[in-house]
């Protein structure tokens, strides 16, 4: 047999063994590098991540002391409102409770002044009832009196006539004609 066929497969599984290893300490290299790449890209990607978190975040924050802040003022505000629609009934209800005092001390002024003008007027209507009372006494007087005065007229007229005196002297007998 021949030795070249020994060595020829020899030298060549050399070669391959060679050229294997070195292409497999590339192969090596080039994934340690890949996986270095790869890390410093998750790397920069979580810190990139981060700062969009941490911005997020402190944007959220800012955001949220925004809307307290305006939650405040309006809650400041309505309570403001509140306290100045409060004091504004306060000082109307006094107002009102003034004004109803004056308005029933003046009702009860006007009430004693209608009682006394109502006396006055019964007082008056009474005065009236006995002064037509007393003209009409005085008129039922002046005719009994002028009635009286009549009877008593007749008879003394009726006496006067049946008396001597008053008896009219005989007529004059007829005188001649010349």
């Given at each position: 047999?021949?030795?070249s066929y020994l060595i020829v ?104 002044q209608i009682a006394q003008n ?61």
């Amino acid at each position: 047999m021949n030795k070249s066929y020994l060595i020829v497969p020899i030298v060549l599984l050399a070669i391959f063994a060679v050229t294997y290893n070195s292409s497999l300490q590339e192969m090596h290299a080039r994934e340690m590098a890949n996986q270095a790449k790869a890390t410093k890209i998750k790397i920069e990607e979580k810190r990139r991540k981060d700062e969009v978190e941490l911005k997020a975040t402190a944007d959220a924050k800012r955001r949220q002391e925004e809307r307290d802040a305006e939650d405040r003022k309006k809650q400041a505000k309505k309570q403001a409102e509140y306290d100045d629609a409060m004091k504004s009934l306060r000082d109307q209800t006094a107002d009102y409770t003034t004004q109803a005092a004056k308005l029933s001390k003046e009702i009860t002024d006007l009430e004693s002044q209608i009682a006394q003008n109502r006396n006055a007027k019964e007082n008056l209507a009474r005065e009236n009832l006995a002064l037509a009372k007393t003209v009409e006494l005085m008129k039922i007087n002046r005719r009994n009196a002028e009635l009286e005065i009549q009877r008593t007229m007749e008879m003394v007229a009726k006496k006067l006539n049946d008396s001597s005196i008053a008896v009219s002297p005989p007529p004059l007998p007829p005188t001649a004609a010349k």
